[in-house]
């Protein structure tokens, strides 16, 4: 993993097996489907639910900064704890759980490579039992918003051609065939993706067994769409999640200086009054 | 415990490919149905055997993705 431009920010599945049960280490599973940890999980591993306590429960939004220590202190996690987050689909939540552990200044949060999934195929040890948290003090930094892409920001994007929108969702989400992920409720009430938009389904970054393909192979995946870290790459997909992994790819994994994730994504997009919205496939990719 | 018989297969249901994922933890096989693409969970079920587990997944994965509707992705 030496080759990525931040290696300290995964760690594989047996760094992690070598590992359970250290002091100062903890190990948290974020799934999108919450009933997976129940199923059985990591020895030691707590549980976040990205529904109600990765964001504000009332207003849309990320979890509040006072929230966001009282998590942390719950989980018996302190400013100088190393956090170890996985989860379901290659971690696509958990990659959502790192992305808030960094706006909020956690120096030390990592990825395991591969996720719940490579966890599982590789026949190791799962539990169902429930370890006891003793709380630990916790002091957030204000957030930073370096990493996040507001509304207002996009819109500016788009209408000055600037910057590198990513769409990581599927091509028929992208082109507008269909409004949400097959089997899920439509949540917006138009198809199509934001102007100027380059398509990169977020699990094109991913081996076969979930891990992430090499720095070399990003870069070239990356760059056949324009994105070689040059302007502001601003990712989304449907909420914010898909796209907090490919934010991960690129800050993390290929150091690109200016990445952002726009959590509102499709649904706050696809539903504003107003909104220019291309529908088909990319056009910039068409032109070229 | 350790997860036993981890397998993975590919199928086509109601128009969509999905991925179906079973393994045995204990006494219990548990199975789950994702989209393939994206890979959202649609279904996950846990049953004293693989077939019963497999079969509960498939079914709430077909009544999901029954209610998926295809749009035009051009401008009528």
């Known amino acids: 993993m030496g080759e990525y431009a931040h290696p300290e920010a995964i760690v594989s599945t047996d760094w992690v097996s070598q590992r359970l049960g250290e002091a100062n280490v903890r190990i948290v599973e974020v799934d999108v489907d919450t009933r997976a940890w129940r199923e059985g999980h990591l020895p030691g591993a707590i549980t976040w639910d990205w529904q109600t306590q990765l964001c504000d429960t009332v207003r849309r939004d990320i979890l509040p900064k006072e929230d966001f220590a009282r998590l942390m202190s719950r989980s018996g996690i302190a400013n100088d704890t190393t956090v170890i987050l996985y989860g379901d689909n290659n971690n696509w939540f958990a990659a959502w759980a790192f992305w808030q552990l960094r706006l909020y200044g956690h120096p030390d949060a990592r990825l395991m490579n591969g996720g719940r999934r490579k966890w599982l195929s590789e026949g190791r040890e799962l539990t169902v039992d429930v370890v006891p948290v003793t709380p630990a003090d916790y002091h957030p930094q204000c957030a930073d918003f370096e990493n996040r892409a507001f509304l207002p920001e996009v819109l500016a994007a788009v209408r000055m051609n600037s910057g590198s929108l990513v769409d990581v969702r599927e091509p028929e989400e992208f082109s507008g065939e269909i409004l949400a992920p097959p089997g899920l409720n439509e949540t917006c009430q138009r198809g199509g993706h934001i102007p100027g938009a380059r398509n990169i389904p977020w699990e094109a970054v991913c081996n076969p067994d979930g891990t992430f393909r090499s720095a070399d192979e990003l870069r070239a995946l990356y760059a056949a769409h324009g994105i070689d870290g040059s302007a502001t790459a601003i990712c989304y997909c449907r909420i914010g999640e898909r796209s907090s992994h490919t934010w991960f790819v690129l800050k993390y994994l290929l150091g690109f200086p200016k990445v952002k994730n726009y959590d509102g994504s499709w649904t706050e997009w696809g539903n504003l009054i107003g909104a220019p919205i291309e529908l088909g496939p990319a056009q910039w990719e068409q032109g070229q | ?76």
């Open chain 2, 1 to 76: 415990m350790r997860v036993e018989g981890f397998t993975e297969r590919n199928l086509q249901l109601a128009g969509w490919e999905i991925v179906l994922t079973t393994y045995r933890l204990g006494d219990l096989y548990h199975c789950k149905a994702d989209n393939a693409a994206p890979g959202a969970t649609l279904a996950r079920t846990s049953a004293p055997s693989k077939e019963e587990a497999e079969e509960k997944a498939i079914r709430r994965a077909e009544e999901l993705l029954l209610r998926t509707k295809r749009r035009s992705a051009s401008k009528p």
